[in-house]
């Protein structure tokens, strides 16, 4: 059984390929079970973007992803790879558009924990320090976090001292990087892309892979500006202001990519004015 989410999502975003695509989907899965040696197809209830089913191979259990968007699903297979040992979910096979990943065990998701915000930020960045332990070669083929900041530079209808504001700290971020080095960015580090493996290990799902630094990864955990940003600072030993820095240019970011996607801006704005009191009481 289709889910409406997927089917909705996939029709109004990819109108008559989308169609196509979730028509194709049966034929695709039999051939893919056939040559990968799959067997019990159990889907995963939360499909919004892609097709997401459980099922065996041999011996041991596995996630099959289908995606509309082959680019992306082969960005996030590299990305996987790159972190393989280092706290992500392991790549079994690759073929256009479609993946198979081990099953991670038991699989909960941070999102559902019943744990309190400073300990889902705690896990975050211990899991964050780990993933970005991986070299980042000179040669590689992910895209720039830092090139995606460009965004700031279009005429959006938000408050232009705000704009303006966050384009002169990206502006300094980027040129003042406090030792900051590039590495692999996970991209889309939020509470339902983290899973529980085995009884205390977490475990990354569905990377984006992107090329940045390290202090832009963990902005969906704070909760609370003032304590979380602190609690960031002292964990990976930054400078308080400059992770308020940088939250500031990300929370105007988020804004535009809200307003990109015709969706309400005033969430983010009021987080801004809130940062933004918060560095200039600093100074
Ligand atoms: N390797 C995995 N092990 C266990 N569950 C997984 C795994 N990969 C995906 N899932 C489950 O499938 C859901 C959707 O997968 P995800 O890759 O996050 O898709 P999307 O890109 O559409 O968000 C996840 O929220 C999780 O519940
Ligand atoms: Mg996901």
Redesign the pocket.
Known sequence: MLQETLRNNITTIHGEIGLQWLQNLPQNLARLSKQWGLTELNP???????Y?T?AVQGKRA??L?F?LDPDSLYQ?MSALKYFAGHGA??VIAYQDGALL?????P?N?LKGMNYDNRTKLQICCELTKRLHQVELPIENSFPSFHAGLSLLDHEWSLPPHFLAYARNLRDDLLSNPHNEKLVLLHG?FHH??I?LSGTNAW?V??PKGVVGFPINECWSFVMDVKEDTQYIAQFFDYDVLFVRQWYFVHVILAACWNLENDLPADLFLNLAAKIHKLIQDFK
Do not use: H
Request: hydrophobic share 40%.
């Open positions: 995963v209830e939360n499909m919004t973007f892609n997401v459980k596995v996630i992803k995606s996030e979910a392991k990943l081990e099953l991670v065990e699989g998701s889309d339902d892309n899973l475990c799902i569905d």
